[in-house]
């Protein structure tokens, strides 16, 4: 098996230090890959390069960058079946899944692309009469991209590719579950010609992390990740005031009014819980239903929920796939224990399977309570609560009782109701009638512990960068 190396100034650089960083397949805990953790100095090495190249990237005209990104979307594309055979060795996807994951990172490459002739200024009245106010949208410099293992093809190019149109380089670093994907990815950077230095990867360890974050020449931090590691990532950015750029936690609240279509609504929240093992920041995380109809649906829960297999996607890719590691499935299985303990009814699931992997069946619980640790904490797994409510004003109380804020969503056939929930839900996204799927023209961004700033769309492109006013008499 062949030791992956780091990506630095456009070539693969050769390993500096003794340590290697371990892939495993979740599925069944073989080893699938080893790479080289790159040391200190390398991710200085790194951010330097970033910082020479990225003076030259920037001074080119923004179409010149948006056919570098075509470029690299194409050099995507090509390489979309090496990419996924890499992604789903370390995260238990289907291949299938898996090089989709890598064409539908292309698409939004293109889509960033496309803003090459439209990032905008602004000319402001002066309150003089001989002079002008003009704002400029100016790129922030380096950017440090930190990428979560869920769905680590699609969010890296989510990142890189609007802060290359918007004129940055950038520094990556993948989580350690899943490596090798970002590393061929730095394959089709080479592939496409972008000049040496602009995109760099490298595989680390926190303390290297923070060397790379902590950087005076890095100007903004983006990271998907947990609460916690975006409090890191805050103090990070104290060391140079970074601009930080944060999607955290989230535990998306499904309301159910009783007009709504149950069959939809049970068979869309079912697959959003057990797509990728509910490892999705805005999978349903709990689901508030009208009591009038509470029993029918959590029947129709039950059932569907039933329908769901487990195991190793290689043989069987309709199956639901594994957590990402033992201490995640622990975890689970922990909350989960401590919910049942709290008064909550085991529907279906909660037990720990037998064999290697670390699976964890789809589990349905009812009965839960707002104040509920199952309720109030991001499960990040295959596991559904269920409460009841009165009407939709309680239904939106509960649903707003949370520290989270990222997603939400709405069944319902009532367009009064909708608009209700539309102007009250204290969260970033709503989704009526159907479940999240963060489309790339529009923005997804949190409220409250959910995050600071946002991806996707203009906005989430506008984040790569900074303003100059210049105030010019004539």
């Known amino acids: 098996m062949e030791l992956q190396r780091n990506f630095v100034n456009g070539h693969f650089i050769q390993p500096a230090g003794q340590d290697r960083i371990a892939v495993f ?62 992604l789903a060795a370390e995260s238990g996807k289907s291949l299938a899944d898996a090089s989709n994951e890598a064409r539908y990172a292309a698409q939004i490459t293109r889509y960033h692309a496309e ?15 001989d002079e002008k106010l003009f704002l400029h949208r100016e790129a922030i410099g380096v950017v440090a991209c930190l990428i979560p293992f869920n769905y680590p093809v699609y969010t890296l190019l989510r990142k890189v590719a609007p802060a290359l149109i918007a004129g ?16 061929e990815i730095a394959r089709a950077v080479q592939q496409a010609g972008l000049p040496a230095g602009v995109v760099n990867i490298l595989v680390m360890d926190h303390a290297t992390a923070a060397t790379v974050c902590t950087h005076p020449a890095v100007g903004m931090i983006t990271l998907t990740g947990s609460v916690g590691a975006g409090r890191t990532v805050l103090d990070y950015c104290k060391a140079n005031i970074a601009k930080p750029s944060l999607e955290l936690g989230g535990k998306t609240p499904a309301i159910i009014e009783a007009d709504a279509d149950l069959e939809q609504a049970a068979s869309a929240i079912i697959a959003s819980k057990t797509t990728h093992c509910g490892q999705l920041c805005t999978a349903v995380e709990r689901v508030y239903v009208h009591e009038s109809v509470h029993e029918r649906f959590l029947a129709l829960l039950k059932e569907k929920i039933a329908a769901v297999q487990f195991a190793d996607r290689r043989q069987h890719p ?47 619980l009812s009965g ?23 009407d939709i004003d309680e239904a939106l109380a509960m649903a707003n009782d949370h ?25 970033g996204e709503l989704y009526v009638n159907r479940t999240p799927a963060d489309p790339y023209q529009g923005y997804h961004a949190g409220w409250k512990r959910s995050g600071l700033g946002g991806d996707d769309g203009k906005h989430g492109m506008l984040e790569f960068t900074q303003t100059r006013l210049v105030v010019m008499p004539f």
């Open 168 to 183: 940055n380089s950038v520094v990556v670093r993948p989580s350690n579950n899943t490596p090798l994907s970002a590393l």
């Open 115 to 129: 803003w090459a002739r439209r990032i905008e200024g602004e000319i402001i009245p002066s309150d003089s009469p």
């Open 318 to 364: 309709d199956a639901m796939g594994p957590l990402v590691n033992a201490r995640s499935r622990d975890a689970i299985h922990s909350l989960v224990q401590r919910a049942v303990a709290a008064g909550a009814v085991l529907e279906s699931g909660g037990v720990l399977p037998p064999g290697p992997g670390y699976f964890y069946p789809p589990t349905l």
């Open 403 to 427: 520290q989270f804020g990222l997603s939400s969503v709405l069944y319902t056939e009532n367009y009064r109701t909708a608009m209700k929930v539309a102007a009250a839900i204290e969260a």
């Open 368 to 390: 839960c309570r707002q104040d509920m640790e199952i309720v109030q904490e991001e499960i990040f797994g295959p596991v559904l609560p269920v409460l009841k409510y009165r």
């Open 25 to 86: 397949n979740p599925s069944d805990e073989t080893l699938v890959g080893e790479v080289w953790a790159a040391t200190d100095e390398q991710a200085r090495e790194a951010v330097q390069a970033a910082c020479t190249a990225q003076k030259k990237w920037a001074a080119l005209t923004s179409i010149q960058r948006g056919e570098h990104l075509r470029a690299l979307a194409d050099a995507l594309e090509a390489r979309a079946e090496a990419i996924g055979q890499a």
